[in-house]
C-alpha cells in the first residue's frame, strides 16, 4: 500500500507485512505511520510538529512550562501548518495543568501526553472526561499496568539511550520486560532509534510504533539554530552522556546531552556548592536550589541562541547516525525503506 505527503506528494510505500505490524498504532494515532514526534522542549513547536504529521508521522507538541496562552497559539500555529492529527506533551507537575488540558480539549486535540511523572487521577479523568485519548510514559511493567487501570489508552517505554531527562534501563531491557506483558493498550517504544531496522525490531517484538527525537533534529523544518544543528551532525553516539551526580547527599536527575563546557561547569558548580554547604554557608535547601537552577535558560541558549559550548545540547545516543540536514519526509522515507530491506531479507526474498 501507499500514501501520498500533502506537502511535496512525496510518496512513501508501506508493504502489507510492515503495515500489518504496527497497523494498531496506526489506528490508535490516526496517522499513516507510527512514529511519534519526540516532545523535545524549544524544539518540537509547530513547524517541526507539522512537518511530522505532514510526512506521515504523528508530531508532538512540547509544551514544557508554557502557560496557557502560549499554549493555545501554539496549537492553532501547528493547525494553520498541517489538517494531519498531532498531540500535545504535558508536564504533569506543571502548575497550570488542568488549564493546559482544557486549552487542549477546547482546541479538540485528539491525542494528550501526560509526562514528567505519576498523572493524578483528577488529570487523567479529565483528559478521558474531554474525550482525548490519554498516552502515558512507563518505566516498568508493574507500572504501566498501573497507568492502564488508571485510565492510559497507550504507553510509551523510553530507554536510557534517549536525550533529555532519562532512566537507568536501556531501550532493549524495557522492550524485553514490558511488551510480552502489556498487550492490552498499543505501546510505543523509544530511546536510541535512529534506523529502520531498529523500528522493525521493536515492531516485531509487540511495540505498535516507536517514537523518535534525535533523528528528526536536523530537519529542514526544524527551528533549531544551524550551529545546534552542526554540533549533532558532528558528535558520535559517545558524545552523548549522561550529566554526573557527584554527591548523593544531593541528587541529580540525569539528563542526556553532548558533553560540552556547560557540562564541565555543572560538576564544579556542584562541588563549590556542597563545599559552602559543609562549611554551614547554605542549608541542605539551598544547596539543591542552586545545583538545580544551573541549567535554568540552557536548553533555550543552545537550541534558539545556537551557545552550544555554554547550553544544554541534549541529544540521544542515535545522534551518532545524523550525517546531514534534511527534509523531515526524506527522513521517514529513509526510515521505511531500511525497514522494508530488513524485512524483505529476514523473510528471505
Not at 507510527?34 to 513547536?45: P, Q, R, T, Y
Amino acid at each position: 500500500m501507499g500514501w501520498m505527503r500533502n506537502r511535496d506528494r512525496r510518496v512513501i510505500s508501506v508493504s502489507p507485512p510492515l503495515q500489518s505490524l504496527w497497523q494498531r498504532g496506526c489506528d490508535f494515532l490516526g496517522s499513516p505511520l507510527a512514529i511519534l514526534g519526540g516532545a523535545m522542549s524549544w524544539v518540537s513547536e509547530r513547524h517541526l510538529v507539522a512537518a511530522i504529521s505532514n510526512g506521515g508521522g504523528f508530531g508532538i507538541i512540547a509544551s514544557g512550562a508554557m502557560p496557557p496562552d502560549l499554549l493555545r497559539q501554539e496549537i492553532r500555529g501547528t493547525k494553520a501548518l498541517t489538517a494531519c492529527p498531532f498531540g500535545v506533551n504535558l508536564i504533569t507537575m506543571h502548575p497550570q495543568l488542568d488549564e493546559l488540558i482544557d486549552i487542549c480539549l477546547n482546541e479538540k486535540i485528539g491525542h494528550i501526553v501526560l509526562a514528567g511523572g505519576l498523572p493524578s487521577a483528577a488529570a487523567i479523568k479529565r483528559v478521558k472526561d474531554g474525550g482525548a485519548k490519554l498516552i502515558c510514559f512507563t518505566p516498568t511493567a508493574p507500572f504501566g499496568k498501573k497507568l492502564v487501570r488508571m485510565g492510559a489508552d497507550a504507553l510509551v517505554i523510553e530507554g536510557m539511550e534517549a536525550g533529555g531527562h532519562i532512566g537507568p534501563v536501556s531501550t532493549s531491557v524495557l522492550a524485553q520486560e514490558i511488551l510480552p506483558q502489556i498487550r492490552d493498550v498499543p505501546v510505543f517504544v523509544a530511546g536510541g532509534i535512529g534506523r529502520g531496522e531498529a523500528i522493525l525490531s521493536y515492531l516485531e517484538m509487540g511495540a505498535a510504533g516507536v517514537q523518535l527525537g534525535t533523528r528528526f533534529v536536523c530537519s529542514t523544518e526544524c527551528i533549531a539554530h544551524p550551529k545546534f544543528k552542526q554540533a549533532f551532525i558532528r558528535a558520535a553516539a559517545r558524545d552523548a552522556v549522561p550529566s554526573i551526580q557527584i554527591d548523593p547527599r544531593f541528587p541529580v536527575i540525569p539528563v542526556r546531552a553532548l558533553a560540552n563546557d556547560a557540562s564541565k561547569g555543572f560538576i564544579q558548580k556542584q562541588r563549590d556548592v556542597i563545599d559552602r554547604f559543609d562549611r554551614g554557608e547554605l542549608t541542605k535547601e539551598q544547596a539543591q536550589l542552586e545545583i538545580e537552577h544551573f541549567w535554568a535558560g540552557a536548553l533555550r541558549r543552545a537550541v534558539i541562541e545556537g551557545d552550544v559550548e555554554n547550553g544544554s545540547v541534549m541529544a540521544g545516543q542515535s545522534v551518532g547516525m545524523v550525517a546531514k540536514e534534511q527534509p523531515l519526509a526524506e527522513i521517514l522515507a529513509e526510515l521505511m525503506e531500511q525497514a522494508e530491506t530488513a524485512l524483505r531479507r529476514r523473510n528471505g526474498r
